[in-house]
Structures are given as C-alpha cells and as structure tokens.
Nanobody, 127 residues
Framework: VQLQASGGGLVQAGGSLRLSCAAS???????MGWFRQAPGKEREFVAA????????FYADSVKGRFTISRDNTKSTVYLQMTSLKSEDTAVYYC??????????????????????WGKGTLVTVSS
C-alpha cells in the first residue's frame, strides 16, 4: 500500500485546512485513518473511516471540528479540519489497515504492527 499525504501548511488559529491522502488502488479496500505527532509527543489517533465510508470514528480532541471522508473512485481520503487550535500543530500521517472495521485497531483509536504509513504532512497553527 502506498500513501501520500498533502495539504499541510501554516494557518491561523480558528482557520481551516483540508488534508488529502492519495492511496494506491489496493488501499481502496482498507480501513483508513489519520494520525498525528506533535514535537516531543507520541503519535496519536485522529480519525478513521471504514471501507465504504459509512462509519467514522474520531478522537475526542477533534470531534466536531474535523471530518474524515473518502472517495474510493479516486483512491483518496480527506481530513477536513476546522476551528484549528495551536494544539493541533503536528505532522499528520495517513494510514491504512487491511483488517475489517471491527478488527481494525483504528476503530479503537489505535494502530497496530500491520499498519501501513505514508509520509506525513506538517500542519502548523499559529495563535
């Protein structure tokens, strides 16, 4: 599975940004997720979406502000981020998991040894 995240940048607090993750066609059949890692911190779960795109799951810290979606015809996953805060500053990573939704660690807000990762994209929120 090949994943390429893009769309990061510098934005003011309260602003919006949309991240995209272009995935190989094989990833279309995967559960997809976004994770982030701030400087000096552990990588943390942000959001996940099941294969058809009907089920989503969010970290409490982003619930109501971020929206994950996917377009399987374009093999792309999106993360729409609104009402951004300085604490959202991090490198954002797109990830894929080949398990079913119920079995996927993404559905529990975690990642596993079989998680496929793309290169991250930096989001910086200025206060």
């Amino acid at each position: 599975v090949q994943l390429q995240a893009s769309g990061g940048g510098l934005v003011q607090a309260g602003g919006s940004l949309r991240l995209s993750c272009a995935a190989s066609k094989r990833a279309v059949s995967n559960v997809m997720g976004w994770f982030r890692q701030a400087p000096g911190k552990e990588r943390e779960f942000v959001a996940a979406i099941n294969r058809p795109g009907q089920i989503t799951f969010y970290a409490d810290s982003v619930k109501g502000r971020f929206t994950i979606s996917r377009d399987n015809t374009k093999s792309t996953v999106y993360l729409q981020m609104t009402s951004l805060k300085s604490e959202d500053t991090a490198v954002y990573y797109c990830a894929a998991d080949s398990s079913s939704w119920v079995r996927s660690p993404f559905s529990r807000g975690n990642y596993g040894p079989r998680t496929d990762w793309g290169k991250g994209t930096l989001v910086t929120v200025s206060s």
